[in-house]
T-cell receptor, first 114, second 108 residues
């Protein structure tokens, strides 16, 4: 039973390219999150969204933007990819604005920027 | 400053051993999560708890709200338990804070 999907498992891009990472959830969750995961640093929040067309910066938003035009879809955009954006990108979603909803993760996209 | 600290960072155990992974946090929370990440990246939620103790099969999670501490225990460990275990807390807002993970290897 698929809950959170991401558009690609592996992606290789060149420096300066515009990159789109898409995340779709089928659980009607309000909250969606984009993280990057790097060795020794754990998961770091890039952006999150608590409703359609709403977005909030996380801890490391520089170099990224997001789009949430529909409730089920949350896109992460790298306007001009750089080598330091090579990472594993994970999308997640939770139900509810407040409270303690379980977080569901997508399978991740391993992005390499050459 | 890390809002969530885990220990140990790496752990190697013999099959059958009892394993404990610890998590301390410094923020007010609405819930604490234990996550498991296998090689290849996929993360699954093991537990979500805000008080007391939960058990699922060979896994047990406890939390002490006053001490801001949680433990994940694995009884009768098995090589298939080899994974990275991540402690995450949901703050009183909407943000999650993550530990850097404990890499567990269980040797047959």
């Amino acid at each position: 039973d698929v809950k959170v999907t991401q558009s690609s498992r592996y992606l290789v891009k060149r420096t300066g390219e515009k990159v789109f990472l898409e995340c779709v959830q089928d659980m009607d969750h309000e909250n969606m999150f984009w993280y990057r995961q790097d060795p020794g640093l754990g998961l770091r929040l890039i952006y999150f969204s608590y409703d359609v067309k709403m977005k909030e910066k996380g801890d490391i938003p520089e170099g990224y933007s997001v789009s949430r035009e529909k409730k089920e879809r949350f896109s992460l955009i790298l306007e001009s990819a750089s080598t330091n954006q090579t990472s594993m990108y994970l999308c997640a979603s939770t139900l509810g604005l407040a409270g303690a909803g379980e977080q569901f993760f997508g399978p991740g996209t391993r992005l390499t920027v050459l | 400053k890390n809002e969530v600290e885990q220990s140990p960072q790496n752990l190697t155990a013999q099959e059958g051993e009892f394993i404990t992974i610890n998590c301390s946090y410094s923020v007010g929370i609405s819930a604490l999560h234990w996550l498991q990440q296998h090689p290849g990246g996929g993360i699954v939620s093991l537990f979500m708890l805000s008080s007391g103790k939960k058990k699922h099969g060979r896994l047990i999670a406890t939390i002490n709200i006053q001490e801001k501490h949680s433990s994940l225990h694995i009884t009768a460990s098995h090589p298939r338990d080899s994974a990275v275990y991540i402690c995450a807390v949901r703050g009183t807002g909407n943000q999650f804070y993550f530990g850097t993970g404990t890499s567990l290897t269980v040797i047959p």
